[in-house]
């Protein structure tokens, strides 16, 4: 029964636990066919290699598994913090929009303050535009067939 606990224990490892199992497995029956009496059977040993190899397959997939967390968890991490400065310059351009529209314009008595506003509220709202200019050209070149 203590077998089984430690089975299960492994287990709660995840997969490098099971491909740790199977590779414990595999030595396991290397060992039990060299202690055989007589000549050892090609068939087994066979079934022996092809367990082995794939044993080693789960052990690759382990590594690459462990990679591909690491960089998911990395990509995740730079979108969120890149969603966060977007979120915080359409804050800021709206901003600089709204007194752009309520107040800066109805202060200003010639083209030159006019354009002065213009250019001081829309500040923010460059790389939101430069954006917006990008996927716009973009998509009609998606469109041209």
């Known amino acids: 029964m203590s077998q089984l606990s430690d089975i299960a224990t492994i287990l709660q490892v995840g997969f490098s636990g099971f491909a740790f199992l ?10 039990g066919e060299a202690q055989r009496d007589g000549a050892p059977r090609s068939a087994i040993l066979k079934a022996i290699s092809r367990y082995t190899a794939y044993t080693f397959v789960l052990a690759f997939l382990v590594s690459a598994s462990r990679f591909g967390e690491k960089w998911y968890a990395s990509n995740l991490k730079r979108d969120e913090q ?34 002065g506003a ?25 469109d041209v067939p």
């Open 22 to 31: 199977m590779a414990a497995l595999s030595f396991k029956l290397l060992r």
């Open 82 to 115: 890149l969603n966060l400065i977007r979120s915080q310059e359409a804050q800021t351009c709206r901003m600089g929009l709204d007194s752009l529209m309520y107040a800066d314009i109805k202060t200003a008595t010639d083209r030159e303050s006019l354009v």
């Open 118 to 142: 213009i250019q001081q509220n829309l500040a923010g709202c460059k790389t939101i535009l430069k954006t917006l200019a990008e996927q716009s050209t973009n998509s009609m070149a998606e």
